[in-house]
């Protein structure tokens, strides 16, 4: 039940089951979490009633700034990271200076840590907008998430907040032409008297056609590792991941198993 929140706009290094060792980039608030989904098992817990909680945003040059700073510090200590990844307390594609920031990160990324790549961990919600679209594009990896091909259960997995349309988020993704890799949670349990299962093969052969419409240059599948907002969630087993990875390997595509 206990979650947590990043209080940094720059935190790190970790070390991430998925991209290495990560040199995180929170453009949400540091006090509360700010998002367009509201995820049942966010490892920040739940997003905040719109109202209930002032909004403070660093400003582009704020999140410059400290990224210079730490990049800097770490070309000195000689332990650059593998990655800088756009995470945090939310969705990053909500920040209103998102493209100029990506710019402003290659830029620092050419000069400090040339070999370390740029990863935006995304839900998808925002990539209908050119210009969040176009700085993903900038990305060496542009993660976004599809945890079901149903709406019923990104409904109840994921709780979008406004305007969502899968299918549409589904055309979006095809429009990356490859250029995308395609993450899902995979998880079991009971929301409000609700049960859901994603790694059901109705659920998972629904997913795979949807693999196949993207043609992602790689998925990558993984279940809960920390504290949920609720206690009636189920990790899935490695061996569970498993087999729907070779599902993935079967029709081609290119699969990160993280358990």
């Known amino acids: 039940m206990a979650t947590f929140l990043f209080d940094k706009i720059i935190f790190g290094p970790v070390s991430s089951r998925r991209l290495g060792v990560s040199l995180g980039i929170n453009l949400l608030p540091t006090d509360s979490k700010f998002c367009s989904f509201d995820c049942i098992y966010c490892e920040c817990g739940w997003t905040p009633e719109k109202g209930t909680v002032k909004t403070v945003l660093p400003t582009g040059a704020e999140v410059r700034e400290k990224l210079e700073e730490k990049l800097l510090q770490m070309q000195q200590e000689n332990r650059l990271p593998d990655v800088i990844t756009f995470a945090g307390n939310g969705e990053p594609t909500m920040h209103p200076e998102f493209e100029t920031i990506i ?17 935006v961990l995304s839900n998808a919600s925002r990539i209908h907008q050119k210009r969040v679209f176009n700085a993903l594009l900038k990305a060496d990896d542009n993660i976004q998430k599809l945890d079901s091909a149903f709406d019923e259960t990104v409904r109840i997995l994921n709780q979008p907040r406004g305007r969502f349309k899968l299918w549409e988020v589904v055309d979006e993704l095809c429009n990356f032409e490859g250029k995308v890799t395609v993450q899902t949670m995979f998880v079991r349990g009971s929301f409000n008297g609700q049960y859901v299962d994603n790694t059901t093969d109705e659920e998972v052969n629904a997913w ?15 279940t809960i590792a920390r504290d949920t907002p609720i206690n009636t969630l189920q990790k899935v087993t490695k061996k569970d991941l498993e087999k729907i990875a ?14």
């Open 103 to 119: 710019n402003d990160t290659l830029e620092l990324r050419d000069r400090f840590a040339p070999e370390a790549r740029i990863a």
């Open 208 to 222: 795979l056609k949807l693999i196949e419409i993207i043609a992602p240059k790689k998925v990558m599948i993984y």
């Open 246 to 259: 070779r599902k993935v390997k079967g029709v081609g595509f290119d699969v990160q198993v993280s358990a």
